[in-house]
Nanobody, 123 residues
Framework: QVQLVESGGGLVQAGGSLRLSCAASGSRSRINAMGWHRQAPGKQRELVAQITISGNTNYEDSVKGRFTISRDNAKNTVYLQMNSLKPEDTGVYYC?????????????????WGQGTQVTVSS
């Protein structure tokens, strides 16, 4: 199992910046990828950015060029630097970790979610 704790959300004006952090802990799992998803009121949760242990990244189209995801593998911590924020970026941002855990002598996939952190961008 892995536990995820997010921080860094808040209220900012359009054009401002925030940096989200997600710290993972738990010795029973090995994390292969971490990322951020967000959910706006009345909308489905969507992938914002993801990074693998090898450094491969992918972004939701609307945040490309504005957001940067990074990861400290040694600390199992992922960051999301959000610049040029827009009101449409408003939502609850959830950290996600994908990995494997040992069960019955073999590795099994496991996905963990953080509790979410609110990001509000005002116009």
């Amino acid at each position: 199992q892995v536990q995820l704790v997010e921080s860094g959300g808040g209220l900012v004006q359009a054009g401002g910046s925030l940096r989200l952090s997600c710290a993972a802990s738990g010795s029973r799992s090995r994390i292969n990828a971490m990322g951020w998803h967000r959910q706006a009121p009345g909308k489905q949760r969507e992938l914002v950015a993801q990074i693998t242990i090898s450094g491969n990244t992918n972004y939701e189209d609307s945040v490309k060029g504005r957001f940067t995801i990074s990861r400290d593998n040694a600390k199992n911590t992922v960051y999301l630097q959000m610049n040029s924020l827009k009101p449409e970026d408003t939502g609850v941002y959830y950290c996600k970790a994908d990995g494997v855990t040992m069960a019955a002598g073999t590795w099994a996939p496991v996905t963990s979610w953080g509790q979410g952190t609110q990001v509000t961008v005002s116009s």
